[in-house]
């Protein structure tokens, strides 16, 4: 049986505390008090402060060699220490600043203290020690959570063992639920994440480079049937016309490389480089023999290529122009690399064959264009949405709603536009007129 003075000495130490705390100044208990809320803000602030960095941005950060950045990186490389240690913290100063609170109050209100206390100290932590510093940390978490590494990093250091020993439980708990707390988080984008990212960013990048990043991450859903010179179209050189005409085609050509071919274009003999023209003259006339020499051989690419192949292809071949096959060896069109940058900057070059546009506004908000106009010029001049997973023109699309080839003017209706048929020559639809229904239903209105 233990000694009567070892239990009197038990409740002497078990009193000293809270008689200390009776004899405290209220003054000294209500500055106490204060530090221990602004402590509780401060972790507080620096969870959501560092869990609501951007990673992307501070990635870049540390790659700058920013100290804050740094710093924050290496407590972010162990989130579950983190919020370990923030909470700890977090935890011990409410405690802490409850006990002190009911000590005031009880000092001041007696018995009825311990609720007043209760309730008092809920509203002050929720609005100065929870909500406020959380809301301005989630607004400006650079600005919290960089200062706050200063505090946060060695706090970590000091206290690991406490921080290990908790985690060490509470990670057993977590593998239960299969869920790893060392675990790499995965921060890859999907290419629509990446999509969303460009164009909410519109205070930060000009909307023309935004319209070139998402270009480029669409040439994946673009082929190069969508963008070729369909072989009705191709400028060339046919061997069997007369040496007039081949120089008169030369000379008037506004292409650097031109095809050559004998009869038809799918009996291509090369690619010439306008550059070289002067080596197939001799004495002001056509030097065929020197021609075919300077003839570069042609390079062909299946159809449907997606563009982003087709640039890698071009890059690595050191070439500028292909011809687009099919599964028969048949020439469809052909391609160049103005065409696919075209994709990603805009157009930049002037088409100098051409005297009228292919494509004019008309007064009741339509468009009329040449049946050879991409259906994907129109959408990107208008904002329409045409569909393009079909035909490639105009005229393809018109004919293939008609399902026949018209004998003269006709209209047909896809989707929420109409299509009017304006001019036939021979066996082509030359020109066609598209109208947003929209515009048509307020007009008659």
């Known amino acids: 049986m233990l000694p009567v003075r070892f239990?009197?000495?038990i409740t002497l130490h078990a009193n000293a505390?809270?008689?200390s705390l009776n004899d405290a100044p209220l003054g000294l208990l209500f500055a106490i008090l204060a530090g221990l809320i602004l402590l509780s803000g401060f972790f507080s602030s620096s969870e959501t402060g560092m869990m609501a960095l951007n990673r992307y941005r501070l990635k870049h950060l540390q790659q700058q060699g920013h100290k804050g950045a740094l710093r924050a990186g290496?407590?972010?490389a162990r989130p579950d220490r983190l919020i370990g240690l923030i909470l700890i913290g977090n935890n011990l100063v409410n405690i802490l600043a409850s006990a002190i609170a009911t000590?005031?109050?009880?000092r001041l209100y007696g018995d009825a203290g311990i609720a007043i206390a209760t309730i008092t100290l809920t509203i002050v932590i929720l609005i100065f020690a929870e909500i406020t510093p959380k809301t301005i940390a989630a607004l400006h978490p650079e600005k919290v959570a960089f200062p706050a590494s200063v505090i946060l990093l060695p706090l970590m250091k000091l206290i690991m063992p406490l921080v290990w020993a908790i985690n060490a439980i509470t990670n057993s708990l977590l593998s239960l639920f299969g869920f790893k707390a060392d675990a790499s988080s995965e921060d890859a984008l999907t290419q629509e994440e990446l999509r969303t990212i460009v164009n909410e960013s519109s205070g930060l990048?000009?909307?023309r480079h935004r319209n070139m990043l998402v270009n480029i991450l669409d040439l994946e859903q673009v082929t190069v049937n969508d963008i070729m010179v369909p072989r009705s179209e191709i400028y060339g050189i046919d061997l069997e016309d007369d040496d007039e005409t081949i120089l008169s085609r030369l000379t008037g050509s506004t292409h650097t490389l031109v095809p050559v071919f004998t009869g038809d274009i799918n009996k291509i003999e090369g690619i010439l480089h306008l550059r070289h023209i002067g080596r197939c003259l001799s004495e002001g006339k056509l030097d065929r023999a020197a021609l075919l020499r300077e003839l570069q051989e042609p390079y062909f690419t299946p159809e449907n290529t997606a563009l982003h192949i087709q640039l890698r292809h071009f890059q690595q071949r050191k070439l500028r122009l292909g011809m687009i096959v099919d599964e028969y060896g048949d020439i469809l069109g052909l391609v160049a690399l103005e065409d696919?940058?075209?994709?990603?900057?805009g157009n930049f070059t002037s088409n100098l064959v051409e005297d009228q546009e292919e494509i004019a506004t008309t007064a009741d908000g339509g468009a009329s264009c040449t049946g050879s106009i991409?259906?994907?010029?129109?959408?990107?001049q208008f904002d329409w949405e045409l569909p393009t997973d079909g035909?490639?023109?105009i005229s393809g699309l018109a004919l293939e709603a008609l399902e026949a080839f018209p004998m003269g003017p006709a209209s047909v209706r896809i989707g929420s536009y109409q299509l009017d048929i304006e001019s036939i020559e021979g066996n082509a639809i030359t020109q066609v007129k598209v109208t947003p229904l929209s515009f048509m239903t307020a007009d008659d209105d």
Not at 103 to 106: F, H, L, P, S
Not at 374 to 380: C, F, S, T
Request: overall charge positive; cysteine-free; proline content about 12%.
């Open 74 to 76: 290496k407590l972010l």
């Open 17 to 19: 505390h809270p008689q």
């Open 205 to 207: 990048i000009p909307r």
């Open 374 to 380: 991409p259906i994907r010029d129109i959408n990107r």
């Open 391 to 393: 035909p490639k023109t």
């Open 340 to 345: 696919i940058l075209e994709e990603i900057v």
């Open 7 to 9: 239990f009197s000495t």
């Open 103 to 106: 000590v005031v109050a009880i």
